[in-house]
């Protein structure tokens, strides 16, 4: 199986990345709070990434004892190429969950999951089915439910229109669209799929933008989603509402800023990055850099001060799409 790429001119662009956090070690249960698995989008440093920083420490505020969790995979977009690295990804988490059922029965989960990361988190939970994409199995529902109590995705590459889960204002389909929605739709009350209308990875649409702005324009509801559903699993007990407004959500504002050098990269396919866009290679692969400082989102009481330093990786602008074609 090939990919026939069409030629693309890119324009790539740098940036200084500050050191990552790491967040909270894997081992280890969450103490009557929320075990927060992150999985950060293509380009994005190891450690928590900016899902963690800007939605689950907010969330961590809240919810006594919760944990903030990276999951340990490439994120990149070539050398693994992106297939690979969502494989990779995948299998990560399907062990992580696994381990952590195991060790800690009576925790519960949430998986907040930015662009590459989406892909990873909807693979691991529902299997993958996607074109050009190595089949894989979705792990066992009973490491799922009444476990896992929310499922945040940003910018998901495998986006499908009109399913019940979705938010935002896309209405299309993503770069790499399920064939099938139906073993993601059985967890369609703790998933929650923000896309916007073109996003050029989610919506196949035309924006750059558009895919790095999730955190600023929603990071509010994603954290009231998951508290919300936190707290109908694990009861009122572990909330902190001293730090949460009267719907027990923190009150949060992000603003996003983004710049671009140019410099010329191979031309391929395109496929989703940490924060803009990118361009593959031969085979579905994520980003190189293009400048976008991610947003930062403040609690109420407390604030995200760690976001606050600006989390700014690198990633692609894409400036035409790319087809893929099987032999």
């Not at 103490?31 to 994005?44: A, C, P, S």
């Not at 369609?188 to 996003?199: F, H, P, Q, T, Y």
Request: glycine share 10%; hydrophobic share 35%.
């Amino acid at each position: 199986m090939k990919h026939v790429l069409a030629p693309l001119a890119l324009l790539a662009a740098q940036a200084t990345v500050p050191e990552p956090e790491a967040g909270d070690g894997a081992r280890g249960c969450a103490n009557g709070g929320l075990y927060i698995i992150t999985v950060r989008g293509t380009g994005e440093m190891p450690g928590i990434g900016v899902s963690g920083s800007v939605i689950g420490t907010p969330v961590q505020d809240q919810i006594k004892g919760t944990k903030i969790v990276a999951l340990d995979y490439p994120a990149t977009y070539y050398d693994p190429n992106y297939a690979e690295s969502v494989a990779s990804g995948t299998k990560s988490l399907s062990k992580l969950i696994s381990a952590h059922v195991k060790s800690c029965p009576n925790d519960k989960m949430a998986i907040v999951a930015y662009s590459q990361g989406a892909q990873v988190a909807l693979d691991t939970i529902c299997g993958s089915d996607e074109t050009s994409f190595d089949k894989t199995n979705a792990i066992a529902s009973d490491e799922v439910v009444n476990r896992v109590v929310a499922i945040t995705l940003l910018g998901d590459p495998t986006h499908v229109a009109n399913v019940t889960y979705n938010k935002g204002t896309g209405t299309g389909n993503g770069l790499f669209p399920r064939q099938n929605t139906d073993s993601c739709l059985r967890y369609a009350n703790i998933i929650s799929s923000w896309c916007d209308k073109g996003d050029i990875y989610c919506d196949s649409g035309k924006s750059a933008a558009v895919h790095g702005q999730y955190f600023e324009k929603y990071g509010t509801d994603i954290i009231k989603f998951i508290v919300d559903n936190a707290r109908r699993s694990i009861g009122d007990s572990p909330i902190n509402t001293g730090n949460s407004t009267s719907d027990g959500t923190s009150s949060a504002s992000a603003s996003a800023s983004a710049s671009a050098s140019a410099s010329a990269i191979p031309s391929g396919t395109t496929v989703p990055t940490g924060s803009g866009e990118v361009s593959a290679p031969t085979t579905p692969r994520a980003s190189a850099p293009a400048t976008t400082k991610m947003p930062t989102t403040n609690a109420a009481a407390h604030g995200v001060t760690k976001a606050s330093k600006g989390l700014v990786y690198v990633a692609l602008p894409l400036v035409l799409a790319a087809m893929f074609q099987l032999l």
